[in-house]
């Protein structure tokens, strides 16, 4: 026993107090995340999300491989972590895994007897489901460096967190929220306000999708952990897997010291990993999610967390050793403790296997991911190009396929939703459908390639939106772009003043932006429809749409007409047009628009308008007109 | 306590403080004494000019009898101000914040048991309310600023007068107001051409869509059949020239430094288009409101205090 593990061994009793501190340290990132999901108030998420979501790793990966910002490794920080202490990442930061405890927590306390007592279901060892995991894995990666964050997006733990809270938890807290208001507003209090449903969230193909998604996944998540603690982890989730990887060649880890194990077993019906083998005394630290239970329960001190490196080397040697023994007296080796052997020997030969065979192929196999993900092609990657390109052929296909009906379902859906709250409908229905070459995506997204290649559909700035009007898409972006945001102005605009989104994207698919910049990005452009235009249709004055132009891109001008009427209708000047949506919110026809915003593929800079002093002087000491 | 103790002498001296600068003719004479005798005012409209929105509104309430002939002990008031758009003060794109908090303090003092602020706004509430100086101006002053923002607070009224605009959402702020006091911000507007007190109340509804597709000027017409605020203040402190009525810079805005203040919204309205420039005829909401006589569109048919601070 060397220096380090004696004291280790001084300090046995503390390793209790780990799982203390783990849960500790959970709850309060478990909190803080979900705040910033459920903060509809806007109490002060913008100024905490970028440090609290700093270590959700495919986030901050996918913005360090696409920006190569330094204040975006914080995936970086997580491997390393890992490679000393294992995946404590899947304890501590990941929300989906704290959830997973609580949903296990609850679920698994039973009451037994006369209902007084509380009891835990235990857990056991389980059989690693290594198929599953790393053919996950394998697909996931593959689809992603073919070009398809679809299978990384819906695997992301911290992602499906987000959904789950954008589209299932804060609707619920919206509705307790404008009871409560209400019965508050009825007793005189104005201290909490109801929130308007439309606004938060218009319904549409893309909500609805994104809602089933998201309960499917808690579904799935919830009656994994409920029956088998952190399986999903252990299965599905491709950064679990990622981790576990890592953890397998981490620095320190929990091991069980087979002297002083009394075979209790406590530590197995504690671990929600099931990763605790007690009849070959072994851990497999690949699934430990370091959650650190089973150190507070051990009661002879046999569970003991050691510097692997140290031991890896002398254990190398022993083994050289040994073969040369091997070699030189077979005979002798047999008269060696036969009992010792056994316990050694298994794990030294799944050890020596590890190391031997496939070894070279998970480092290789980690080497071509990195590579691959900065795009440096590798032979072991060259197999599978064509299996690649197939994929990205099957992604890219359907998205121009299924733009237009889209497009069209969506409105559909938003149009049936908006008619059945007003009572009063137009006499006249327009008539031209709107010509939509491309979505909008929020400003700060650079363009429609680099939002849907970065945005993990996290939905936080659907959650964080003043306006409501980042919603979930259907195929607006193709298959492969499924419930990435893409604005949508059909009960609400893009606040001129506001850079809300780009101040909480964890991913860079919107990137921060200032408010002088932002006021110049065109994320798209107003076109007319003079045909369904009310000031066309119906000779009398509308402007709705000019009302709400920030610009005065959409400005209105005389308008001569049969009846002799004094009127004005819009005119656009595309130059000085953000995008903004104010327009097409504002603009009255149904079911389509006289104006909408077309989006721009690729963000252009809008023109400064123009701004001329007004001659006029005011002379306050001047007679009243009147 | 000051301004308190200001308040309590405005009142008590008001009507002679208020309209010295206006004595043209013995006639005001005959009704500045009428108007005392009953604490009632004999002006049918107030005009203000030179001072800050704050101070106009009290020379012009004083003249008007003070803010208790208009705030019985105990009622309920609601404040109108235009609070439309996410821009500061000095864009005049929202009533100013300092007029809307003295006119709380006004209603307050007079005895008003509540004081509620609010506007359906048209870009992000949370955003106006506090870019606009308003929610601070009114909290401060002690009256109560609410939410527009959602569906749940709108009631379905019918208009009786109402030609095409029969019936609609109206925020229930106002249908439990014992007191209404409508103050807009007078601005140009790309479809109304002008907006003042009128106009100013589509912001109590919850559709606005239906106006706008369904003859604009009728459906502010006829809205404003359904309830006449007991007194309207037109905030002409700066006065967005063009642009409006949002605005795109300061450049569109003017210091005119003038307030309306009258129980008749449409003698309000039509000073305020004079103001502006604007023949009160020219604009057809307020010409469909006097052929539905709802007001006065005649400025020469009523008894005018101008006042110059």
Sequence with gaps: ?626 | MDRRDFLKKAIGSGIAAGSTLAFTDFSEVGKLWAASKESKSAWDLVAVKGGEPDLMFDSAIASLGGMQNFVPKGSRVLVKPNIGWDVPPERAGNTHPKLVGRIVEHCITAGAKEVSVFDHTCDNWRQCYKNSGIEKAVKEAGGKIISGDSEGYYQKISVPMGKRLTETMVHEALLEADVFINVPVLKQHSSSMVTIGMKNLMGVVWDRRYWHRNDLHQCIADFASFRKPDLTVVDAYNVMKRNGPRGVSVNDVVAMKAQVVSTDFLAADSAAAKLFGLEPADIRHIKIASEMKLGQMNLKELSINRIKL
Excluded at chain 1, 205 to 217: E, H, K, P, Q, T
Excluded at chain 1, 250 to 275: F, M, P, T
Excluded at chain 1, 313 to 322: A, C, D, I, P, W
Excluded at chain 1, 559 to 588: F, M
């Design chain 1, 1 to 626: 026993m060397n220096k380090f593990d004696l004291n280790i061994d001084k300090t046995v009793m503390k390793l209790r107090y780990l799982k203390t501190l783990r849960m500790v340290i959970a709850v309060v990132f478990f909190m803080l995340t979900a705040f910033i999901f459920l903060d509809f108030r806007a109490m002060g998420t913008r100024a905490i999300a970028g440090e609290v979501l700093y270590l959700q790793f495919v986030p901050s990966m996918l913005n360090f491989l696409n920006h190569a910002a330094i204040g975006a490794a914080g995936f970086i920080l997580v491997l390393s972590f890992t490679l000393l202490f294992g995946r404590i990442y899947c304890s501590t930061v990941c929300p989906l895994g704290t959830l997973q405890d609580i949903i296990s927590r609850m679920t698994r306390t039973r009451i037994t007897g006369q209902g007084k007592k509380q009891k835990r279901q235990r857990f056991t060892f389980t059989r690693p489901q290594t198929m599953l995991r790393y053919g996950v894995f394998s697909l996931t990666a593959l689809f992603f460096i073919a070009g398809s964050g679809l299978l990384l997006n819906f695997l992301d733990p911290f992602s499906n967190f987000g959904r789950i809270f954008t589209n299932i938890v804060r609707p619920l807290l919206l509705a307790a929220n404008n009871l409560i208001a209400h019965l508050a507003e009825y007793l005189g209090s104005n201290i909490l306000y109801q929130v308007q449903w439309q606004r938060v969230a218009p319904v549409s193909m893309g909500i609805l999708i994104a809602v089933a998604i998201s309960l499917a996944v808690l579904a799935l998540v919830g009656w994994l952990s409920a029956r088998h603690g952190r399986l999903y982890c252990n299965s599905i989730c491709p950064v679990g897997t990622l981790l576990g990887l890592f953890a397998k060649i981490s620095l320190l880890r929990i091991q069980i010291e087979s002297s002083s194990c009394i075979d209790c077993r406590q530590c197995q019906w504690v671990c929600k990993a099931g990763c605790i083998d007690l009849t070959t005394k072994s851990i497999d630290i690949s699934r430990c999610v370091a959650c650190y239970n089973c150190l507070a329960v051990c009661p002879s001190n046999a569970l003991q967390i050691k510097n692997h490196w140290q031991q890896h080397n002398r254990r190398e040697l022993q083994q050289r050793n040994r073969r040369q023994l091997q070699h030189h007296n077979r005979q002798e080796l047999q008269q060696h403790n036969r009992q010792e052997l056994q316990q050694h020997n298994r794990q030294e030969l799944q050890q020596h296997n590890r190391q031997e065979i496939p070894k070279p192929r998970r480092r290789e196999f980690i080497l071509g991911m990195t590579l691959g993900c900065i795009g440096v092609p590798t032979g072991h990657m060259g197999m599978t190009s064509g299996l690649m390109a197939m994929t990205s052929g099957f992604m890219s296909m359907p998205t121009g396929l299924m733009g237009m009906p889209t497009g069209f379902m969506e409105m559909t859906v938003g149009k049936v939703y908006a008619e059945s709250t007003g009572q009063l409908l137009q006499s006249r229905p327009t008539t031209i459908p709107e010509k939509r070459t491309s979505p909008v995506s929020p400003p700060g997204s650079v363009s429609i390639g680099h939002f849907t290649s970065t945005c993990t559909a996290c939905h936080l700035c659907v959650s964080i939106c003043p306006s409501g009007i980042l919603v979930p898409s259907f195929l607006t972006y193709g298959i492969s772009g499924l419930t990435q945001p893409h604005m949508n102005f059909q009960s609400g605009h893009c606040n001129y003043e506001c850079t809300a989104c780009t101040e909480v994207c964890p991913s860079g698919a919107i990137l921060p932006i200032s408010k002088e910049k932002k006021k110049l990005t065109q994320i798209g452009v107003a076109k007319f429809i003079k045909e369904n235009c009310v000031v066309y249709t119906d000779n009398t004055n509308c402007g709705a749409c000019s009302e709400h132009c920030p610009t005065k891109a959409v400005h209105m001008v005389p308008y001569h007409n049969a009846k002799g009427r004094k009127l004005v209708i819009p005119k656009i000047n595309e130059s000085i047009c953000v995008g903004c949506g104010g327009c097409e919110h504002a603009c009255p026809t149904k079911p389509y628009r006289a104006i909408y915003i077309d989006g721009n593929p690729v963000h252009r800079v809008a023109e400064k308008p123009v701004e001329k002093i007004l001659e006029q002087k005011m002379d306050g000491n001047e007679d009243f007109p009147f």
